[in-house]
């Protein structure tokens, strides 16, 4: 059920900081997948998934403006009262957070260095492909990330800007996603990659039409369930976590959502596709 609302913590930072939301952004539906992983590995935390919508995508966007905002949705959580941000973005993982994380207040993740650090974990020939936006990819952040772990590994990337787009319309099943997710893969493929990262979190929507053309000896590494791993190890490390319900008020995890601009894709994709219960759902501008 989705109660239409503002959500309840609105301006109002909880006085215990292990009862403050985790604060998750994206520039769409893409970071609903670490928003789902963060609430198996993480039952009992609250989250605010802020989803930029108005400004979808910004794999196509300059450094600049995917800095930009970056800053204003962070921000904009800790207005809220968020006690960790979460960036749930390959994009802006890669561009903003090295740039962000020492300007603001609360711990900033990514989900960049999760992602790669799992790569160079599971790969046996040291043969790594990454898939992600044109932004993502243009930057090197997978390649310099994987190389600075381990210098002998190969990586392959390829940039595939007609994904996202694919799936924001829900197609993740469609023969046109097939033929294009073909397009593209086949070249690492041919290179003899043992693992693939899923470097959007868009991709694991499609995780299961990838497997299938990668075939079983390709392992995929998802970045979202890697991020919220990390997450979850931070959390402990700093006694944030939510282990037990503080407040009456509280006792059941919420998932309050933000969007910049309406999205039906966004519900449908959440309801069904992640079997996510959102408590409620506003609608706001943030920057300009």
């Keep these: 059920m989705i109660n239409i609302g503002m959500p309840s913590q609105s301006n109002t930072p909880s006085h215990d900081v292990a009862d403050a939301p985790i604060g998750v952004f994206d520039s769409g539906i893409g970071g609903l997948t670490v928003v789902e992983a963060l609430r198996r590995v993480l039952p009992l935390e609250r989250i605010l998934y802020i989803g930029d919508t108005a400004r979808v995508p910004y794999g196509g966007k300059s450094a600049e403006t995917v800095i930009r905002y970056s800053r204003e949705i962070s921000e904009h959580l800790i207005g809220e009262g968020a006690k960790l941000i979460v960036v749930a973005c390959n994009t802006a993982s890669a561009l903003a957070v090295s740039i962000l994380a020492p300007m603001i207040d609360v711990p900033l993740?990514?989900?960049?260095e999760p992602g790669a650090s799992a790569a160079v974990k599971a790969t046996k020939n040291k043969r790594i492909g990454v898939i992600g936006t044109k932004a993502t990819i243009g930057s090197f952040a997978y390649e310099k990330a994987i190389r600075t772990l381990d210098s002998e590994i190969t990586v392959s990337s390829a940039a595939?800007?007609?994904l996202v787009p694919l799936i924001e319309e829900g197609l993740y099943e469609d023969d046109v996603t097939s033929?294009?997710?073909r397009r593209y893969?086949?070249?690492m493929l041919a290179n003899g990659i043992d693992t693939l990262v899923?470097?959007?979190t868009h991709y694991p929507l499609l995780k299961r039409t990838i497997q299938l053309i990668c075939g079983p000896e390709v392992t995929l590494v998802d970045s979202a369930e890697n991020c919220a791993l990390a997450v979850r190890e931070l959390l402990a490390s700093q006694t944030h976590h939510r282990d037990i319900p503080r407040s009456i008020?509280?006792?059941?995890?919420?998932?309050?959502?933000v969007l910049t601009d309406s999205s039906e894709g966004f519900l449908r994709v959440a309801e069904k596709s992640l079997d996510?219960?959102?408590d409620s759902l506003s609608f706001r501008q943030i920057g300009k």
């Design 198 to 200: 899923l470097g959007c």
């Design 185 to 187: 893969l086949e070249p």
């Design 109 to 112: 993740i990514g989900v960049l």
């Design 276 to 278: 996510l219960t959102i």
């Design 179 to 181: 033929v294009i997710l």
């Design 160 to 162: 595939c800007p007609l």
């Design 249 to 257: 008020h509280l006792d059941t995890p919420r998932l309050d959502i």
